[in-house]
């Protein structure tokens, strides 16, 4: 994933939260970019690969800690959360280890433990200046998805203006509200009381009528990276128009802004003592339970993308023996190919359609992944690798349409090159050398890679 932001393209129709253009809120909104389709290909419905990801984000006021009950030694009477937080006096002298504790059976939030809980799964709020916090910190991902329950695209066989009609399912439904306010950190708290029983719903319906507004800032630096504004789960309905390209045919489609929250155990300085306090700790039964909290939203925000329908020829020259190799130490794939001949590569200055190649577009697991304006290239190296995790790639080359002034932006593109696949594979000995060469901690129990 990217690790900066991106600027959209084609933004000029999109609508933001509160009705402000998403290109004039000082935010960058993650690359949209789609600029090659043949007239078989279909438009690619997410743009995940290509996301953007925005890490060491600081969690609002706690981090959700999900644990198991280990049945054999849970406790059997009353146990308040401020007992158990009594237990962490020597880490924590100053601050209440956990803050809450939320049954996803009953979704309530107490300050004591259920006595018989229908499953054996709670979550825990652990306090963000607790010693089991240090370093823990949120992943947030976000890109660009056409929603699968309407038919928000289409085709333009001949290029003429049109409007479609376009609904969309937005927000945050009531069945994930708590799902989001707790992996944000942002839910409600409990009062910690030692002789009565509290318990809260951990967000109320009201905090997302009028919009929960979460601030995403870099846990180093303190500063904000940016903010949502997450609103209750409605139903849009309203017309989009479509005259980009003049007569020549092309594809449309209208995408939400998604937004991805996720915690990032992985980084935990101390977390992975919190186990082994829990198992040494007498008629307790918990054990934590690795699985990250991690939650989707589909935003108010949307973008509209037309792309034009390249002409395929055998004509213009493809890539040909495509190769893929993987390289571990820096968990990247390296695509290469020949060379084109000289006499087929577009050199001319002049408003000529000789079918000689401009440039190439990389595709990924069926989507656009790059494109390359200089034809004279033979590699492109893919940095969004997750190990383990087979890719297949192909290229074609285009040709800039030149002689035609009225087709803007228009391509023709060639036959697809030989495809190939790849993936990054380490063994032991090869993740003992990542390591090694490596400044940042790694754990093996960590579920996010």
Not at 88 to 105: A, L
Request: hydrophobic letters at 30%.
């Amino acid at each position: 994933p990217k690790s900066t932001n991106l600027k959209s393209t084609n933004l000029s129709n999109s609508v933001g939260s509160g009705g402000s253009p998403v290109g004039n809120t000082g935010y960058l909104e993650p690359e949209l970019n789609i600029p090659a389709l043949g007239h078989q290909d279909p438009i690619p419905m997410s743009t995940y690969e290509n996301r953007t990801t925005f890490r060491n984000i600081e969690p609002e006021r706690f981090i959700p800690v999900n644990v198991t009950i280990e049945y054999s030694e849970f406790y059997k009477n009353d146990l308040w959360l401020s007992s158990l937080n009594q237990m962490f006096d020597e880490v924590d002298p100053d601050v209440d280890t956990f803050t809450g504790i939320f049954n996803p059976d009953t979704g309530e939030l107490t300050n004591y433990f259920p006595i018989k809980p229908a499953s054996n799964k709670l979550i825990l709020y652990l306090n963000k200046h607790s010693y089991f916090a240090e370093g823990l910190t949120l992943d947030v991902e976000e890109w660009w998805a056409s929603d699968p329950k309407y038919a928000n695209t289409g085709y333009s066989r001949t290029g003429e203006t049109h409007s479609w009609g376009i609904q969309r399912d937005t927000g945050v439904t009531d069945s994930i509200q708590n799902e989001l306010a707790i992996t944000h950190g942002t839910g409600r708290e409990v009062a910690l009381s030692l002789t009565t029983k509290y318990k809260i719903l951990p967000v109320l319906e009201a905090e997302f009528q009028s919009g929960l507004k979460i601030n995403f800032n870099d846990s180093t630096t303190e500063s904000n990276v940016f903010s949502r504004t997450f609103y209750t789960a409605q139903h849009d309905k309203f017309d989009v128009t479509f005259d980009q390209y003049k007569g020549a045919p092309y594809k449309w489609a209208v995408y939400d802004l998604m937004t991805r929250t996720k915690v990032n155990y992985s980084r935990g300085i101390h977390f992975s003592e919190l186990d082994d306090y829990f198992r040494n700790i007498k008629n307790v039964g918990l054990a934590l339970d690795m699985s990250s909290n991690k939650v989707t939203i589909r935003n108010k925000q949307y973008a509209t993308m037309a792309v034009p329908i390249y002409e395929e020829t055998d004509a213009i020259q493809e890539p040909t023996n495509l190769t893929a190799t993987q390289d571990f130490q820096n968990i990247t794939i390296t695509l290469n190919w020949d060379a084109v001949p000289a006499e087929k590569i577009d050199t001319s200055e002049t408003p000529i359609n000789d079918d000689t190649v401009a440039g190439y577009f990389v595709y990924k697991n069926g989507n656009l992944a790059a494109t390359i304006h200089n034809p004279n290239r033979t590699s492109w190296v893919d940095y969004n690798v997750k190990p383990g995790v087979t890719n297949t790639y192909y290229l074609r080359s285009f040709s800039n349409y030149k002689h035609t002034t009225h087709l803007y932006n228009y391509k023709k593109i060639s036959l697809q090159s030989n495809v190939v696949t790849q993936k990054v594979e380490l063994d032991d000995a090869q993740f003992s050398q990542l390591v090694v060469g490596c400044s940042i901690p790694f754990t093996l129990t960590d579920n996010q890679m």
